[in-house]
């Protein structure tokens, strides 16, 4: 059976694509920007789609990027090729910071990067109840919904503990979460043509 025929055979559509959702990529997907990573879709609607790379850390902390950030040991991740001098953040801190976004119950998109400088400096928000992006993924009208019909994207529902978790092998770990069927995927080849 070839990987198409055998990738072909598997539905990965668990749920429908909202914000709050996880997109988790095809073991063999060609794209090096989406190669064996977890988005986190952050908005969805008729207009498009946005997200960010949950399992992309880069090799910067906050502090290399945005100068006026006092606290050092804040990682940034690579959120995915669209606006990639532009920084984003996810958390947990609730509505009390000014002009966020509800992802999903307990999870928030943006907001007051100086309130959350303050707040996180100041001992008033934890390091791990944020998470930094530069750039992001977005798809226009259309787009994610036939990536979803090629099998290039598992859709998920997950969790606020699922989503801020900092795993070296997560791609690994949400594909083998979704059950027995999906498992194998988690040792699939990068490139079956080479094994």
């Known amino acids: 059976m070839s990987e198409e025929d055998f990738l072909g055979h598997l539905d990965f559509r668990l749920t429908n694509p909202d914000k709050g959702r996880l997109l988790i990529s095809e073991p063999t997907l060609p794209d090096p920007n989406f190669s064996r990573t977890v988005v986190l879709l952050t908005e969805h609607n008729t207009e498009g789609s946005v997200g960010f790379v949950l399992n992309r850390r880069s090799d910067m902390n906050?502090?290399?990027?945005?100068?006026?950030?006092?606290?050092?040991?804040?990682?940034?991740?690579?959120?995915?090729?669209?606006?990639?001098?532009?920084?984003?953040?996810?958390?947990?801190?609730?509505?009390?910071?000014?002009?966020?976004?509800?992802?999903?119950?307990?999870?928030?998109?943006?907001?007051?990067?100086?309130?959350?400088?303050?707040?996180?400096?100041?001992?008033l928000a934890k390091r791990n109840q944020v998470r930094f992006f530069v750039g992001y993924s977005g798809w226009s009208e259309g787009q994610l919904e036939m990536e979803i019909e090629q099998n290039s994207w598992i859709v998920s529902k997950t969790s606020v503990q699922q989503v801020m978790s900092d795993s070296e092998h997560f791609w690994k770990k949400v594909i083998r979460g979704l059950g027995k069927r999906f498992e194998v995927l988690s040792n699939f080849p990068t490139n079956p043509n080479l094994n």
Do not use: C
């Not at 995915?80 to 928030?108: K, Q, S």
């Open 62 to 123: 906050l502090n290399e990027i945005y100068d006026d950030f006092g606290t050092s040991d804040v990682p940034v991740y690579i959120g995915g090729p669209v606006g990639a001098n532009r920084l984003f953040f996810i958390h947990t801190i609730g509505p009390e910071l000014d002009h966020t976004i509800e992802v999903m119950d307990g999870l928030y998109w943006g907001g007051d990067l100086k309130q959350i400088e303050y707040m996180l400096t100041n001992g």
